[in-house]
């Protein structure tokens, strides 16, 4: 996802790289360069949408990647201000003429960041293959030749898609109190100004642009949400709203500046779609995700299927026409009938909805989820290993098969991705080695913080001695 040198390399959905350190208008230009030519020999004259964030440059780094796109004959349309990557995605997925879509913007990533992430022809990630691809065809010394583009509204018709998915009458008729914080990023303005319109009261913070993000990182959870969690009880606000930098994800703070963890804020969405939307099907997780949303699911009769860590296995699921939900382990919420790609505005607003129809304050309908199915305890720690220590461990892995774990013997053991164990109380615990550095993520969930830790002791442990 950097570049070292000359050398460019993607990620899982782009490029990102440091602007001390790569990301700049040449590099841009390569990448640009690169799309053109593989976009055009797949698709001449196909319509590309063209996005950016609020980063030092972006604007003018997608000027720059609408015009070398369009010097390729392809039909380029560029967003007219600084907007969130779901907007862009469902743009070109409402687009019979697209093909695909370049966005400038390193999403949660800090100030000294720039990116390109790229989504394909319905909004949704791009195979490994087609980046693979695209990597070969960066050169040196890319085209200098800049074609005409059109600037175009892609805010008003996709904030007026989302806005048809909310019950306006029930949230007018609240009137809740809203602290939303953007972080500085991509949804600035924009989920503010559609939350008043549907009547909310809404105090928005971090709206002044900021090269340095007012020196937040534009991620919601703490320590980075600790200013909108203060100020939701500063205002006496209802509730907190946070979006990342690109606005695909989001996390809901209470009235009393609590930090909704996934494994409450998943099922209250997933219980909002069934039983308010009438929604029916699966319900797509990572095997990271909390036991509380499997219970939820069940309990509303909705089949749920793991998948290993990434988006890009999510996404393949919602190709199948019953999944309402797609759900990775920190909270990115995919609703494919909206749009196969995850998207922090309808998070928010389905948030909202849930708290005007329900009459309660959402301390009370957490309180009242974790009666009905429970409470677990949720943690992961990263273990950093020398390159060879983490390649022998990678070896040894396969055969791995522990008859117990922290006094716990498991009912499952699965190698789907690394090493998971599931445990007959719901406890489970998942050893990965990460695909791109020398370190082991460890995750666990248990009932207790207590239980919790002993797992993740326990995983650590059996890492060392497989190294």
């Not at 642009?209 to 969690?229: K, L, M, N, T, V």
């Not at 020398?386 to 055969?399: D, I, K, Y």
Request: glycine content about 10%; proline content about 5%; hydrophobic content about 40%.
């Amino acid at each position: 996802m950097d570049k070292r040198g000359d050398i460019i390399r993607f990620g899982a959905d782009g490029w990102k790289a440091r602007f001390d350190d790569g990301f700049d208008a040449e590099g841009v230009a390569r990448v640009a360069d690169a799309l053109g030519v593989v976009w055009a020999d797949a698709a001449p004259s196909a319509t590309i949408y063209v996005g950016y964030d609020t980063r030092h440059g972006s604007r003018e780094f997608a000027q720059l990647m609408a015009g070398i796109l369009s010097s390729y004959g392809l039909v380029v349309k560029l967003s007219d201000v600084s907007c969130p990557t779901p907007a862009v995605a469902w743009s070109c997925a409402r687009d019979e003429s697209a093909y695909g879509a370049a966005i400038i913007t390193a999403s949660e990533l800090s100030c000294e960041y720039g990116g390109v992430l790229v989504r394909g022809a319905d909004g949704g990630p791009v195979p490994r293959s087609f980046l693979d691809e695209v990597e070969q065809a960066i050169s040196l010394v890319p085209a200098r030749d800049i074609g005409a583009f059109e600037e175009c509204d892609l805010m008003g018709p996709y904030l007026a898609e989302l806005a048809s998915h909310i019950d306006r009458a029930s949230i007018s008729a609240r009137r809740p109190r809203v602290v939303v914080d953007a972080m500085c990023g991509a949804g600035t303005t924009h989920l503010a100004g559609l939350l008043s319109d549907l009547g909310c009261e809404v105090i928005e913070m971090h709206v002044e642009p900021r090269e340095d993000f007012g020196g937040i990182h534009p991620d919601p959870r703490d320590p980075w949400a600790d200013a909108c969690e203060q100020a939701v009880v500063a205002h006496e606000a209802d509730m907190g709203l946070l979006l990342d930098g690109d606005a695909d994800r989001a996390a809901v703070i209470d009235e009393k500046g609590s930090l909704l963890p996934a494994r409450v804020l998943v099922p209250m969405l997933l219980g909002n779609l069934v039983m308010g939307h009438g929604a029916h099907g699966r319900v797509v997780t990572t095997l990271t995700c909390s036991a509380c949303i499997n219970r939820e699911a069940e309990r509303l009769g909705c089949e749920t299927t793991p998948v290993p860590v990434g988006f890009s296995r999510i996404y393949r699921e919602t190709l199948d026409s019953d999944v309402i939900m797609g759900v990775e382990e920190y909270g990115g919420v995919c609703v494919p009938e909206h749009l196969r790609e995850r998207d922090g505005l309808l998070v928010c607003l389905l948030a909202v909805e849930m708290l005007a129809r329900s009459g309660k304050t959402v301390s009370q309908m957490t309180a009242e989820l974790e009666g009905i199915i429970g409470t677990m305890s949720y943690a992961r720690r990263d273990m950093r290993l020398e390159p060879a220590a983490s390649q022998a461990f990678r070896n040894v892995l396969p055969g791995l098969n522990p008859g117990e774990l922290a006094g716990k013997m498991p009912v499952e053991v699965s190698h789907a991705d690394g090493l998971r164990a599931q445990f007959d109380d719901d406890s489970w615990v998942l050893i990965r080695p990460s695909r791109t550095s020398a370190v082991v993520r460890v995750y666990a969930e248990a009932p207790t913080s207590r239980a919790r830790d002993e797992l993740l002791t326990a995983a650590c442990e059996l890492v060392r001695r497989g190294i």
